[in-house]
């Protein structure tokens, strides 16, 4: 009994030595940096495969898909723990303690839901993927303490990726299909074959979709590369060269010319031009609003920080941007900008929410995570809103409800607790710059998230929603960001 005792303690002890070194190596080294990276860039690569189906055939909320960014983010949770070990600074202890109940109800109820979901399977998965979010968002903690430079770099990325897709949304809008990206998840789009959403102009216009599954998506994804844009032209302006009296304003121009800030600037202020043109081509009326209370709060903020000049600029650049954008587009936006209850649009989006305030008065302890759909076609409750057919089958279009609904009214209140916790302490408390990004992309995001549902089921979407929340994370729980 002892000899197998003590072979048993060999072998822990030895897989221990093992993995510590192990994540020695992965926490020292690049590629914990180089992996997060490469998230951030499959973020809006929709290129995935089938695993199986909770049903017999096909249908895009009922079965279970495997992504690209799934096998990153598995070896970003596979080394968290070494990140963890390693973080030796304070966390905010107050901060911390007001966090973690709500996220601890969240995890609880979701998983109590798992056992009252028509498919057990399909729950199940979908829970393991909420609590691989959860856990990447809170790994973010360590990685990015006292690591400015990584989170600035991450903005970067992110505003870079949000070009792209408006380049990508543009080119789509312009040529009304799609452009042969298939390898990085594009639609295939055709307005002539009713393949894409259109706007309702003339026989009607493709909208721009870029890398993603629906333009609304794309829009969302615009709006966190408009705000890192945002923080990287203040940044820029507060390193400007500033006019001197005392000088020519001959001397004052050659220095203000040759300050490479503002060279950085003109390329900041051009990327938010490209990144307004892409959001006004997806025409997603959500995003508009989102984007605008988002851009309203950073506003506010830098008012009540007293930036005045910077806001000034900044609304200037803003202003003449929309101006632009709305001069070349302003037939179809006029068009879009108006709309009826009567619309499908919005018709659909207050019969979702019957539905949902159905389940959650049937079932407050929730269908499971990723069951909402399922759970309503099976029980009839669909077909007797009048939803018969396949197409007409979505989820909830608001991801507060959807989460009441589908883990339960405990899990969804946890859920809007942590949010308007972090949204509190994000807003009052002095951070550095970069809040500007994580406290606008959040904002919009969560405004976002009250008229449809991608950020709660869609992969690009539920990694945009825990990556800001991950960030916001780190900015709070980090005390040296005081």
Known sequence: MRVIRYSYWRIVTSAKNFVGRSADFLVDSKIVHFAWYLLLVLIPVSTRVILTSAIRGFHEYETLFLYG????LLLLLVIAFGLHRHHNGEWHERTLKVLIWPVLGLVISAGLSVFFAPSFMLAMYDFIRLLSLILLAWWLIPLLAKKTNLLRNSVIVLSALAVFEAIIAFLQFCFQRSLGLW????????????LGAKVEFGGGLLRGYGTFAHPNILAAFL???LFGLIYLFIHSDWHLYRYDKEMS???NLKIFVSNHHFYGRMLISAGLFIVLLGLAVSFSRAGWLSGGLGLLVILLLLLVRRHFGSGLRLSAVLGLSCFAVYYLLSPVI?????FEASEPSVSYRMIYAKAGLSIVNQEPLGVGPGSQVLYSVRSGLYQEMGLARAWEWEPIHNIYLLASAEVGVAGGL???AFLIILLWQLFFRRLPLI?????GSLVALLAFGLFDHFLWTIQAGKLMLWTIIGLTLALLLNPEHE
């Open 249 to 251: 304003v001959g001397d």
């Open 183 to 194: 390898f990085l998840g594009e639609s295939k789009l055709d307005p002539i074959l009713g």
């Open 69 to 72: 960014s799934d096998l990153v």
């Open 414 to 416: 946890s859920f809007l």
């Open 435 to 439: 809040k500007l990004f994580v406290l």
């Open 223 to 225: 709006l966190i590369g």
């Open 334 to 338: 006029s068009v879009r900008a108006h």
